[in-house]
């Protein structure tokens, strides 16, 4: 598979798409809403039924977005005076006081209220079309018999009548403005858009065309993750490219104006524009039958998003044992080469098994993808997450609250046995504000989404109260590796070694290692610290890990949800926050320092490179399918690593068996440590340079400065 640069990629696109990237990527695509007025008497009516007539009013009363290049039209966005879309939330008014007040604020240092992803079932609505959903809405209405279920089924019914008289609006739209056109294949792109909003989203796809078209128009109400796009709609590109009425050229085309659609939606003043963490879906991955999905349509997806001088959306290879190993080393190459790094790596195999053992049904659970920064989701679900916890709260616990336990301990393993009741009731306390945080979130009914989500309209039920079937529960467990080389600290030097005893380490995390500077340094230097693939912390991972396993085993949140857990910080430094609010930690960590997020290491502590990091972090994600959540492994790297094709052939080989042994994910920045520092001192200078954080890339002189100096000094995994 040849690469073309990005000048040849840039030259290859139409003029029409070349031109709309261009308006994209000014700011000048993004569509305002039109203010909307309401009869003050809606006050009269039940909470449902204002929300529905509001909210039919507001979408039919919003203006489409056409100009003379378009081929794709139908998205719209909510400015809060409605209850609108699940991902933004606005309009929802209990969502808005909790991000008041607790939004990167943390509930007594331990808990933080956040996002929650998820991914319409596009497959469903292109099959099926809006006109299907309404007949299951129909047959759902037969089998309730509560008023207020009948009362939300009927107002589920309105906004999917809103929705068809949308498409309807924006096919008007489309047919008036082809009479001011005069370039004849602009108005022919007209004609055919007009035409096809009269049969989707309302009936089903009868073409590749209409099938991309129905996702544009759909995302407006669920505007987040497209799913796994090249499995959903490839059967009306096989069939259209078969019979002669579809050609490539035209297919990237549709494909690259609905991705400069998920671009053009976010305004470009918002930090978001320039990030990766927007519209995350996947490609490839196992199929029902246990086959490889990668197909031609997925390299014409991939192929088409790289085209685009934007940075949304992210995409994921779904690496599979069976995926050709031309098809990897293309997309690591691709990798390479993306100067806006939009693509990541994650891994079908402890995936898959992570959430059939939750008991999802093969057949679902291999149709998942990646949404957010790295979450994963099945189609039509949500991903219940939307809480970042500090797990190292129980080393802390551990110390300050068992001290005379603890001392009393005669080996590790008693040692553990306390540290793990400390653990279980840390995690006690994170449920129960994990639990009270989604209580309020369901006091809010959003209708506008919740018809593309499984189970929602059999069970009429909203999907902020637990209507959706394919949702999972997960906590962003932030800490972890603080907790394993806390642990690992506590068994080398305290009972393996004997170097220090344990009132020895009480003492000096007491003082926040004041006083006990040799120690500290003596920890520092010799710990067997995580990453290093030696047998104490992978022990000490694999045993901390199988206690977080057994804890969440039989949990259910209180919506009936079953719980993952995963590591990763997304947009906002949780691990900064919850470090201020924790005190020292056996690991040598100063009180108020970071905490770790992730999986990898920082601060020189992967002595033995990267060979050894990744075989410790794949060991911990198949041993242990509890990590399946938003978890995340950061790989940085020199530049000179990969500017050697002969070095960067190694490195291809190494990922390759990082996935063969488990790893679950893996993301890469390529940056020289002295271009870090320099860009700190001249921003200007540095503007371009991208770097991966945590599940999402940004423009390093875009972060802040914390962040920034947290870049720098994780080490460069280099040999």
Not at 355 to 375: H, Q, R, S, W
Not at 460 to 485: E, F, M, P, R
Request: proline residues 3%.
């Amino acid at each position: 598979m040849l690469l073309k640069s990005r000048k040849e990629r840039y030259t290859d696109m139409k003029e029409r798409i070349r031109i709309l990237a261009e308006k994209t990527v000014k700011g000048e695509m993004f569509i305002q809403p039109t203010p909307t007025q309401y009869d003050r008497e809606d006050l009269f009516l039940s909470p449902v039924a204002m929300s529905a007539k509001r909210a039919y009013e507001y979408i039919l009363n919003q203006t489409p977005f056409v100009n003379e290049y378009t081929a794709l039209t139908g998205y719209l966005r909510f400015d809060g005076s409605v209850e609108g879309d699940i991902f933004g939330r606005s309009g929802h008014a209990n969502f808005g006081e909790m991000m008041k007040y607790f939004y990167n604020q943390p509930v007594d240092g331990l808990c933080t209220f956040e996002w929650q992803h998820s991914v319409a079932d596009y497959e469903k609505v292109i099959k099926k079309g809006i006109k299907g959903l309404k007949s299951e809405i129909a047959e759902s209405r037969k089998l309730h018999s509560e008023s207020a279920d009948i009362e939300f089924l009927d107002a589920l019914s309105l906004i999917a009548d809103a929705i068809i008289g949308w498409a309807g609006k924006c096919s008007d739209a489309a047919h008036e403005k082809s009479k001011t056109v005069d370039e004849p294949e602009y108005k022919e792109n007209l004609l055919k858009l007009s035409a096809a909003l009269k049969n989707v989203p309302e009936n089903p796809a009868q073409s590749f065309y209409e099938a991309v078209l129905c996702v544009f128009v759909i995302y407006a109400f669920v505007p987040d993750s497209i799913g796994c796009i090249d499995r959903y709609i490839y059967p009306f590109y096989k069939n259209d490219i078969e019979k002669g009425v579809l050609t490539k050229e035209d297919a990237k085309a549709y494909l690259q104006e609905l991705f400069l659609m998920l671009q053009a939606r976010i305004h470009p003043s918002s930090d978001r524009f320039y990030r990766g963490g927007e519209s995350h879906f996947c490609i490839g991955g196992y199929l029902e039958n246990g086959e490889d999905g990668f197909n031609e349509l997925s390299r014409l997806v991939l192929d088409s998003m790289l085209e685009l001088p934007t940075w949304i959306p992210q995409i994921s290879l779904r690496w599979t044992q069976k995926t050709p190993d031309e098809v990897f080393r293309y997309l690591m190459e691709c990798e390479r080469r993306d100067p806006n790094k939009r693509i990541a790596f994650v891994n079908d195999e402890p995936r898959i098994k992570a959430l059939v053992d939750i008991g999802f049904p093969y057949e679902v659970a291999c149709k998942y993808t990646m949404v957010g920064c790295n979450e994963p989701q099945l189609p039509g679900g949500i991903f219940m997450g939307g809480c970042a916890v500090n797990i190292v709260k129980a080393v802390e616990s551990t110390f300050k609250n068992r001290e005379k336990d603890i001392l009393a301990a005669q080996s590790f393993d008693e040692f553990y046995g306390i540290f793990e009741e400390e653990l279980f009731s840390t995690c006690d306390k994170m449920v129960g504000i994990y639990n009270r945080f989604q209580s309020v979130r369901s006091r809010d009914i959003n209708l506008v989404s919740t018809m593309f989500f499984e189970g929602s309209i059999s069970r009429a039920k909203s999907i902020t109260q637990g209507g959706a079937i394919n949702a999972v529960a997960d906590l962003s467990v932030i800490g972890i590796t603080t907790v394993i080389d806390s642990l690992v600290c506590v068994k080398q030097f305290v009972f393996d070694e004997k170097v220090y005893s344990m009132q020895e380490m009480c003492e000096a995390l007491k003082a926040d290692w004041q006083g006990y500077e040799e120690m500290r340094a003596v920890i520092l230097k010799k710990a067997k610290f995580f990453g290093n693939n030696d047998d104490v912390p992978n022990e000490c991972a694999a045993r901390f890990a199988k206690s977080l396993g057994a804890y969440f085993a039989d949990k259910t949140t209180d919506l009936g949800y079953k719980y993952v857990l995963g590591n990763l910080i997304g947009y906002n430094q949780h691990n900064k926050w919850f470090g201020d609010a924790t005190g020292a930690t056996p690991d040598g960590r100063g009180c108020g320092d970071i905490v770790s997020f992730g999986l990898g290491q920082s601060e020189g502590k992967d002595r033995e490179g990267l060979t050894s990091l990744l075989s410790a972090v794949a060991k911990l994600n198949v041993e242990n399918p509890i990590l399946c959540g938003d978890s995340v492994t950061n790989i940085l790297l020199d530049e000179q690593m990969v500017q050697n094709d002969s070095n960067f052939e190694k490195l291809v080989g190494l990922l390759k068996t990082y996935f063969e042994m488990g790893g679950m994910h893996f993301q890469l920045s390529y940056v020289s440590k002295e271009d870090l520092r320099n860009a700190k001192i001249d921003p200007q200078k540095y503007k371009s340079l991208r770097v991966r954080v945590s599940g999402f890339s940004d423009y390093f002189v875009f972060l802040n400065g914390d962040l920034q100096d947290e870049i720098i000094t994780r080490t460069e995994k280099n040999r």
